[in-house]
């Protein structure tokens, strides 16, 4: 238990003995309550048996730092100066992300130098010659209305010797990562350089994944727009499919390894017969496999609708792969290989089939945040900096349970957030489209 | 302690003796995890801290019954009658809630007969001669695309006893109620006539609130939606404050008691320079006033921004209306009145003013469920269902802490859900508009 | 008929000698037909009825001088200096029309200095003390995805004396005036004393009007933005008009003096049972009357729909406000008047009313312009720029059977743009409300 | 001139003797003028020089018949049996038009027997076995909403005969075709066959083409909404080309003779660098061609967006596929073409590219109409009515210089509605993208 315990805690720099800018804000003359108590601790399990099961005492049950405000801080505000790099695929929010990062540091902090790296870890590594930008509140306004990142972004990690070179030259005693799990190892390999290298330099992470698959934090910035967004192809595969003799709309969403957006997009516009994700194996072949059923259906209803997980049948794809001695160089992803596979299957059995296929990724990615999402990339770029600037490191923001936490980037990239196949999620993706519950 | 325990639990009708027909659904080879582990509970608190504080045993601690699927049921769904009622103003999903629980009760419980009852509880008293409709999936189809509710609305309760007559009448064995906290406190009565009687009939509430101002249900359905739509008001009157000399923006969002869509619609698109709420007292007059400060504002910027919740400054504003005997039938809300300060104030300061005001609330109330309310309808639907069907009664489909959980009526109604003063979403607000802390 | 030729005519500051920088682009080697041929115009009339009826040779036809580039040009591009102002209530599409004439006056055209003047002709009157804004490709980019006007605008016209001092000034050759029939009745002042003055000052104005009255341009800009905003107005209170008792939906749309966006706006969602518009006069009250066809297809149907554009019935609301001697404050507009009169009228019936009144005004004209109206913005702003640049002046741009033409801006403000009670558009509406074609 | 006037002409099928049941609405008291005078026509050409140039008298000038309500018709409503057919790929607002179609055939004519045949002509062929839907206003309410046809739709065209002999076994006397040119090619057929067996069945289209490229329709039913929905795309491939380093977007409208929805969306959001359409033919090679000039403004800019129409090159494309004799299947058009080449260009040259690649085709096709579509579709489709009710046949439905007018079919699928590239709107796209005139 202790161990679990430990799992939880986040590493910080130091003490923190400076007055918060904060205070005059928050100096209400009512209270000081927004200010957080420090040595408690969200709870991490949620049920009274689980609580039990841990057979320890009250006061020892794990849990998380929660985040917000610190009466004392760690980093002096005037001498501060901060860098912010977005890493990894484009998702919606990344702007909100860096808007409320810097306007939260200037306005409140009153941290006067912000650098903003372009091109992810490109732009902190010297050979790729990409400039620094500086932000302020002039340059952020606005930019929450656009979809990307003003900072650009790649693919990839760099050495991370060589960006706590780039950090010690600037001068940087805070950085930012907003990216995904690979970018948040890449950010832990730098805060282990600046470990080693003896510096106070916090490295704090704002997860990005448009696939929700990043544990402790209940949902991640961008989804809830992403599976929004996500929903129009849906519906456009489905009118397609509608309108058609032997009409199948097939619609391949984000999701490699785990299926939350392909579900809660079915879920919301309801169009869809099948739902397959990667947590969720089934067969494609056999009386009882997936292609029987759906050919069984377009020819009893006219015609079907399937929503696919790019990460899903991954067992299947990969044996095909490797049958597919010459061509395999096209079938980069399942939907794609369901597609083939479905034409193959309806052209057997001398069945038309009117196929239409849609991979919506890019107009997904690319969208500007909804308001739900912007308002919650504020607040977790709030909660981000006042972690950082009470010398928190090594860690990203999380939500737990309704609450803003910190856990350590050890553990955020430990697991996988899943969707469980005997959760409640899943149980109503069934009931909704009615498909059966095992392909075999 | 034991009261608290108490508190959280909800009423059965009854031992749950039938087998539950999703166990085809769910009898996957797997697992049988879908199912709910009836003793067990979720936490009603989230931190160490106040885990400790109640000083009971770990297994004592107070926590809610846990909702969804049941292995044992207690209503024979072959011989089990629904009735379903929508009360009080529109809110985006209802009819999302209305199809999901029709399409839970027919496709999964095998429930033959569903009757919706039309305009509120208006169409459970005799006199209003309203007709009854039967509900199918034939019916429901689509609805979720619209706004409003198919089956309409009233405002007000209805005699108790009537409404139990006309339950006994049809027969009814499980009743649905789909409304607010006024309509709650109908459901109760209506249940303890049931008691009365000695009938089994259970009734369920799925909490409305476009406020979200109801306990233990997190975030309302139709809340994030109708925040969103809101943040077009701000936009608009945004715009039109900038484009014209010393412009003012004055819109007034739904919330009569808490300031929840004020505060997310003021964070979502950041144009709101102050807000409003009624959990936060403010004054008008004086130097250190809201008045004062906006007009320094509009003569420094040339514009300014302002969200207002309805249920803001209520005691400003009743002294006012009592000090206006002749004028008060036009003072129905705060926007009004606060439009009208504004105009006063600026005119004898000799200051022009284009003040610019908008009360979008019936474009909110009306549109269609977004896609993340369109899910959490279905989903709150199905635990409603779920709940129902084990003979759970006065009771409300809750969600706390990220879990559905099932919610004693006398407890939703007992207390509001408040945006916290001092909690970090007001916080962020402060932060996001840059107003100051106090107007006094 | 020469009159009616005469009245088309545009008037010219000077011979056009200077080769038109857009040779370059044009000189295509297969053609230069992009450019216009000057004498050519563009037919007045429509028919061959019309055409007869004038009894002239095919030659002497009256019609309008077609817009697009020029081979010769009269201003040199490189000592040209530009001024736009925007004035009047917003309409999407102004800062369309700013950043394509500044687009295309800078890359195009080569012309290095453009002044945008502050809040209307206010910007344009030193006692305002309003600065010039210094408009170029990057003070524009982006600004067509929001909606208002950069420049800020006012109402009301300015003293022209006043006005070309400024211009004077400022050495300004080209004044492009962004308004409607009232500022252009400004320009048209404006280019008068210029003449009186003998300076070479080109006054060109893009005709602003929400309500589509301008003539001899087809569909203002931002017309089909406003009214397909309007529509949700429309289906918002017609969702509560059928989800309670006796519900009455009331729209109140923009249109003085014709109802232009409330005919469109309701055929375009279909849900309006009445419109009423300017040019339709109507009675209210008698057997015959609107409210005694309202209350009974209340009674009859349970609800109804109706939209209104704020200039209908003024005859009614005029009599009706002389009769009103204490009151008639709040009988600002129609809308509010027809609200009073149906309340009271139900209560007088004893006939209970919902009646939901919506008033969209500011979040139709605030929005940005639609990708049509973005389009139709640019080559409207092109065509305005290719007409200054060769020297028209006094003029507008108008739109004619589908080519951009050159419109005298006396002719513009001439006459007004009605719907055609005996045309098409209010048969089609006729034909979609059902409602009778009199109420007398 | 004899000729053209008759090219112009719309086959009648006999005299029209009988009252128009639209008389009761059209009986207003003030005016008849809602009656179209049949001998007057609408001008075919639009400028005096085009006009003289015909050297004929006025009242010998071309034109067409004006569309709208005829004072006597030539079927009798009562005894009329209606059949409306939708074929080829969906657009935008075939609901629309079906609906309308429906509603003025039965509220004004009172016709009442309306069959709709499923999946085009399939649905008029015997083996193919369709049911026929009876088709009334309970069936349309609402469909608009939604995209797609609810008659489904295929296509191809099939046996005239076997069609005629449907129509014969239905006793339909006016059918309805909306579909594209084949399926007019279709059409055309079907009244031959008509008239061969001396029938008395009209036949009358209306133009569906998303690519807008019909003759005498100014602007196709449907295209709006596409390219407003088409900007989507390209803002989304913009976001990605401007984000990632040497960022190229793609994208792939529909367009297959004519570019004009490539041209309208990329003029709309103006984030395109290079639109190619099938009117303006280009070369990829050379020094002065499309491949050189993207890298170099890629390694220049860094980024860079084009938008093509799928007919695009397809000169260079079919030579490219002569001379890929195994691989030319993948190459079915011009966007992958284009992919693969600048992929291979710029490997070849040692550039890094991320190029997105998005074609977005159902996504576009599939969605409902817009507002603007909605209503054009609604008068459309109530002159197309109006035409039919008083016996035209062998006809579309057009829209000339603002008017809606009879246009033959043989007329409407003798030619196609091209970009121009010597008129204002290519030279507007020229000037927003800043592309070079000629790639050569």
Redesign the interface.
Known sequence: MVDERARLEVRTLGESRIDSPLAA??????????YV?E?????L?????L??A?GVP??E?P?FE????RRKIFFDPSKTRVGIVTCGG?CPGLNDVIRALV??LT??YGVRRIFGFR?GY?GMTARYGRSVVDLDADVVAGI??????IL???RGNQDPDEIVDCLEQLSVNVLFVIGGDGSMRGALKIAEVVAERGRRIAVVGVPKTIDNDIPYI?RSFGF?TA??KA???I???H??A????NGIGLVQLMGRHSGFIAC??A????DADYVLIPEVPFSLDGPGGFLAHLRARVVDRGHAMIVVAEGAGQELFDAASSLDASGNVRLQDFGRYLRHRIAEDFAAAGVEANL?Y?D?S??I???PA???D??YC??LA??AVHAAMAGRTEMVVGRW????VHVPISLAISSRNLVD?????W??V???T?QP??FA
Chains 1, 2, 3, 4 share one sequence.
């Open positions: 804000l928050l100096r209400t003359g009512r209270t000081t309550q927004h108590d040595s408690d601790r969200v709870l399990d949620d049920t009274v048996s609580v039990a841990r009250v006061d049950l849990g929660p985040g917000g405000p484009l306007l939260e306005n409140h091109n490109q929450n209305e656009y979809g990307g990142t650009g972004t790649s209940e809830q599976f929004a929903t129009e192809a519906r456009a595969a009118v397609e509608t309108a058609f003799p809660y997009a879920l919301a516009n309801n239409k849609i919506p890019y107009t990615r690319s969208v909804n308001p739900y912007s308002v504020i607040r709030h909660a349970r309704g609450r803003f196949p005997d959760g409640d999620l149980l109503s069934l009931e909704a009615g519950p095992v």
